[in-house]
């Protein structure tokens, strides 16, 4: 089994950076690629942003390219989002998630998931 914990969220204005981070934990964790979901009020959940955990490779939602940056740190079984220049609708719950087979953009194939973090931007 596999636990996630997300930290990092809170209360920023618009234009400010949040650093958000996922460590993971259990007997055996070895993903394939672990991601950034996130859920805005009366939204559905949706994909923002995934890297492979060997690689390095990283795929972004157009929503936020160029602002936010994924990040792993294999040692630590930590993955990282940071985010800059942030916008009220970025508010949302961020939910990092872990996928043992796949490096996707599909949020539904994720395996393990944390149980989030809130974030809220002011304008």
């Known amino acids: 089994q596999v636990q996630l914990v997300e930290t990092g969220g809170g209360l920023v204005q618009a234009g400010g950076s949040l650093r958000l981070s996922c460590a993971a934990s259990?007997?055996?964790?070895?993903?394939?690629?672990m991601g950034w979901i996130r859920q805005a009020p009366g939204k559905e959940r949706e994909f923002v942003a995934v890297i492979s955990w060997i690689r390095g490779k990283t795929n972004y939602a157009d929503s936020v390219k160029g602002r936010f940056t994924i990040s792993r740190d294999n040692a630590k079984n930590t993955v990282y989002l940071q985010m800059n220049s942030l916008q009220p609708e970025d508010t949302a719950v961020y939910y990092c998630?872990?996928?043992?087979?796949?490096?996707?953009?599909?949020?539904?194939?994720?395996?393990?998931w944390g149980q989030g973090t809130q974030v809220t931007v002011s304008s």
């Open positions: 998630a872990a996928d043992t087979s796949h490096y996707s953009l599909n949020i539904w194939q994720y395996d393990y």
């Open positions: 259990g007997r055996t964790f070895n993903p394939y690629g």
